[in-house]
């Protein structure tokens, strides 16, 4: 089993930064795709970035490109998201996920795809 704590989120302007961050408990996060999810009132979740576990593929949603970059540190368990230029339509709560794979460079954006689930930290842009 693996643990996701969020942290970080808070209330920004836009144009503002905030970088979350994701722990990681239980196992080691090295083989694990993670990915950063959110979810708005009254939408469905929603891919916003992954990184495969060598960190050596990432993929973002068009939507935050070039505003948000995913990061990890297999050494300290962890995960990031840096969010700058921030803008309202970022309003959510912030979900990390975890997925097991083999393969280094694999990444995925599908939440069915993912195993693992933190509980969430909410960020909202005012504007």
């Known amino acids: 089993q693996v643990q996701l704590v969020e942290s970080g989120g808070g209330l920004v302007q836009a144009g503002g930064s905030l970088r979350l961050s994701c722990a990681a408990s239980g196992r080691s996060l090295s083989y694990y795709t993670m990915g950063w999810f959110r979810q708005a009132p009254g939408k469905e979740r929603e891919f916003v970035a992954a990184?495969?576990?060598?960190?050596?593929?990432?993929r973002y949603a068009d939507s935050v490109k070039g505003r948000l970059t995913i990061s990890r540190d297999n050494a300290k368990n962890a995960v990031y998201l840096q969010m700058n230029s921030l803008k309202s339509e970022d309003t959510a709560v912030y979900y990390c996920?975890?997925?097991?794979?083999?393969?280094?460079?694999?990444?995925?954006?599908?939440?069915?795809?993912?195993?693992?689930w933190g509980q969430g930290t909410q960020v909202t842009v005012s504007s």
């Open positions: 990184i495969s576990w060598s960190g050596g593929r990432i």
């Open positions: 996920a975890a997925k097991q794979t083999t393969v280094a460079t694999t990444v995925f954006t599908l939440t069915s795809q993912y195993d693992y």
